[in-house]
C-alpha cells in the first residue's frame, strides 16, 4: 500500500519540486487532484523568461493603462476620439506598438510568421482569427461578403501551411459571410416554426432551396452565405478545425442553426466544425445539453469552445431597452456555476467518448482552468489526448498559459490578425473584460514585476 503511494507520487513530486512548492512531503496518492492544484498555481514568473525586455515592459505598460476605470470604461469613445483627431497615419503610429503589439499578432502572413514561430516553441498552438466584425446596420453588399471568405480562406491556408501549426485552429465569424440582419430574422422565424438541417447542407451542396419565412432577395443570400459557409468547411476539413464564434442573443440560434448543418455534413468521424456556448446566457446550459443530444440523434461529432461571453454590456442595455427580461445570468457568481456546469456536462460525455465529443475550455479564468485539470484526473481524461483543450487570448494571462502548456496540456492562443482599424473593436472589448482585466491582469503584472526586478538584479549583479 505504502509502496504504491510513493511510486505514484514519484513524478508528481519532480514535477513540485521544479514548481518549487514545499507542499511535497504531504503527498499521497489519493490527493492526486489537489496536488494537481497545487502545481496549477500559476504563480512561477519564470513564465515569462521567454519575454524580451520590450515586451516585459510593453505588457506592464499597458497593463497599468487597463488598471484605471476611467480610461478602461470609456476606452470606446477616447480610442475613436483618438483616431479622428489623428488621423489613420498618427492613431496607427500611437495604437501600433502599445496595444495593438500586445493583443494582435500582425496585419500579414510574413508579420504574423515571427510570433507564431517563437509561440510554437514555447508549446502554444495558433488559433488564428480573422477579426472581422459587424451589428446591425453596418453590412454592404455580396461583394464585401465574397471579401471576406477570400480572408478566411488565406486564414485556413496560413493556418495550415506553416511548420508552426499543429492540428491547427482557427475562429469564423458566421456574421462575415452572411448579415447579421438576416440572422436576425431568421432567428425570428425559427422560433416559429424550425428549419430542417437536411435543406440546409442541401442547400450547401448549392440546390437552390426555398426557405420559409424570407423573401426572393433573402433566400438568394441565405443560399450564397451557405455556399460560402460550404467553401470554407471544404478547405479546412482534415487540415484545421473551425470555431464558431458566438456573438449576440438576437442572431446567435441563426449562428448555430448553421453551424449545426456544417456539423452534420463535415463531423462524421471527427469535429472539424465547433461551436461555442456562452456561459453568461442563462439558457446556455440547456443550449449545451440540446447540442449533445442532437448530435446522438444526428450522428455527428461534437466540439464545444465554452467561454463566458465577452458582449454583456451590449447584451444588458438591449434588454433593457427593449423592455425584455435579461438574457445574462444576474451576477458573476451565477455565471462562474454556470461555466462549471456546463464544463462538467461536456467533459463527463467526453469521458466515454473522447473520440466524438471535444471541447477547448477557453477561459483565463484560473479556478475554472483548475477544475477542469482536476476533473480530468477524475475521469481519466487524458491532458494531451486532444479532446480537451484549453483556450486564451494572445496578451492576456500568459502565466496561465505558459504553465499549462510545460504541464503537459494541449493550449491554443487565439491569434487575432488585421489592420489596427479592422481590430479596433476588439481592442476595446479586451479592455473591457471587467474581472479579467482587474483580476487575473493585477496577477499578471505582479508576476511580470517579479520578473522584471530578477533581471535587473541579474545586470547589476554581472555588471
Ligand atoms: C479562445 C477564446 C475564444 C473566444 N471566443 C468567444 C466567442 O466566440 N464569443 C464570445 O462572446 N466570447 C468569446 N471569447 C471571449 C470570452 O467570452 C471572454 O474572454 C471571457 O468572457 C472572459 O472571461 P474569463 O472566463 O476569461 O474571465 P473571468 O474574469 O472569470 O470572467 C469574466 C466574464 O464573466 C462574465 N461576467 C462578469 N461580470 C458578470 C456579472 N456581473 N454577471 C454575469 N456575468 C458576468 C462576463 O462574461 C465576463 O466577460 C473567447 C475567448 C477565448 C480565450
Ligand atoms: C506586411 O505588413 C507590413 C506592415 O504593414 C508591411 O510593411 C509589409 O510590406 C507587409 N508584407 C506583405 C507581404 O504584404
Ligand atoms: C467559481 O467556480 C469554481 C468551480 O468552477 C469554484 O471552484 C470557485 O470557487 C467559484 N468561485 C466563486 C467565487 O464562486
Ligand atoms: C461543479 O459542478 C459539479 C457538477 O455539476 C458539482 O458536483 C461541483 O460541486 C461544482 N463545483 C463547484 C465548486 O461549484
Ligand atoms: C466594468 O465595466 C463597466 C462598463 O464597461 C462599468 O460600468 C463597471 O463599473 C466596471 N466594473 C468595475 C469593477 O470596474
Redesign the pocket.
Known amino acids: 500500500m505504502l509502496g504504491s503511494r510513493v511510486h505514484l507520487s514519484l513524478p508528481l513530486l519532480s514535477v513540485l519540486r521544479q514548481m518549487g512548492t514545499t507542499a511535497a512531503r504531504t503527498v499521497t496518492a489519493a490527493r492526486e487532484p489537489e496536488l494537481l492544484s497545487a502545481t496549477l498555481a500559476f504563480e512561477d514568473p519564470k513564465a515569462f523568461q521567454v519575454k524580451t525586455m520590450g515586451e516585459l515592459l510593453r505588457a506592464l505598460g499597458v497593463f497599468r493603462l487597463c488598471s484605471f476605470?476611467l480610461l478602461?470604461?470609456n476606452c470606446g469613445t477616447l480610442m475613436s476620439i483618438a483616431r479622428r483627431l489623428l488621423g489613420k497615419r498618427g492613431f496607427s503610429l500611437f495604437v501600433r506598438p502599445t496595444v495593438y503589439a500586445q493583443f494582435v499578432a500582425g496585419e500579414n502572413e510574413t508579420e504574423i510568421f515571427h510570433s507564431m514561430q517563437k509561440m510554437s516553441l514555447l508549446g502554444l498552438r495558433p488559433m488564428l482569427a480573422v477579426p472581422i466584425e459587424e451589428d446591425l446596420g453596418e453590412s454592404t453588399g455580396e461583394k464585401r461578403y465574397e471579401n471576406n471568405m477570400e480572408a478566411m480562406l488565406e486564414c485556413v491556408h496560413i493556418s495550415h501551411s506553416n511548420a508552426w501549426s499543429k492540428d491547427p485552429m482557427m475562429q469564423l465569424k458566421v456574421t462575415a459571410l452572411l448579415s447579421p440582419e438576416l440572422c436576425v430574422k431568421l432567428t425570428t422565424l425559427m422560433a416559429q416554426k424550425p428549419y430542417d438541417l437536411n435543406e440546409l447542407i442541401r442547400a450547401m451542396d448549392g440546390e437552390p432551396i426555398s426557405f420559409h419565412g424570407l423573401d426572393e432577395k433573402e433566400n438568394a443570400h441565405l443560399l450564397c452565405g451557405l455556399r460560402r459557409l460550404n467553401k470554407i468547411a471544404e478547405a479546412s476539413v482534415n487540415k484545421v478545425r473551425v470555431l464558431v464564434d458566438a456573438e449576440y442573443t438576437y442572431m446567435n440560434p441563426a449562428l448555430s442553426l448553421v453551424t449545426m448543418a456544417m456539423m452534420k455534413k463535415f463531423n462524421k468521424n471527427d469535429a472539424w466544425i465547433w461551436n461555442t456556448y456562452q456561459c453568461y446566457l442563462k439558457e446556455s446550459k440547456s443550449l449545451i445539453l440540446e447540442a449533445i443530444s442532437l448530435s446522438k440523434k444526428e450522428g455527428f461529432c461534437l466540439g464545444v469552445k465554452l467561454v463566458r461571453g465577452a458582449y454583456m454590456?451590449k447584451e444588458r442595455k438591449l434588454a433593457q431597452k427593449e423592455g425584455r427580461h435579461d438574457p445574462i445570468h444576474n451576477s458573476w457568481e451565477d455565471t462562474n456555476d454556470s461555466y462549471n456546469g456546463s464544463l462538467n456536462a461536456m467533459l463527463e460525455v467526453i469521458s466515454e467518448q473522447p473520440e466524438r465529443y471535444k471541447i477547448i475550455v477557453a477561459t483565463h479564468n484560473e479556478a475554472s482552468v483548475r477544475v477542469a485539470a482536476q476533473r480530468m484526473v477524475e475521469l481519466g481524461i487524458r491532458k494531451d489526448g486532444g479532446s480537451v483543450c484549453f483556450g486564451q487570448l494572445l496578451g492576456m494571462c500568459d502565466h496561465v498559459s505558459l504553465t499549462l502548456a510545460k504541464e503537459g496540456y494541449v493550449i491554443y492562443k487565439s491569434v487575432p490578425y488585421g489592420s489596427v482599424d479592422d481590430t479596433l473593436p476588439y481592442l476595446v472589448r479586451r479592455a473591457?473584460e471587467?474581472r479579467t482585466v482587474?483580476q487575473g491582469i493585477r496577477k499578471e503584472r505582479d508576476l511580470l514585476r517579479q520578473e522584471l526586478h530578477r533581471r535587473l538584479k541579474h545586470k547589476m549583479g554581472t555588471a
Open positions: 476605470p478602461v470604461n454590456d473591457q471587467n482587474l
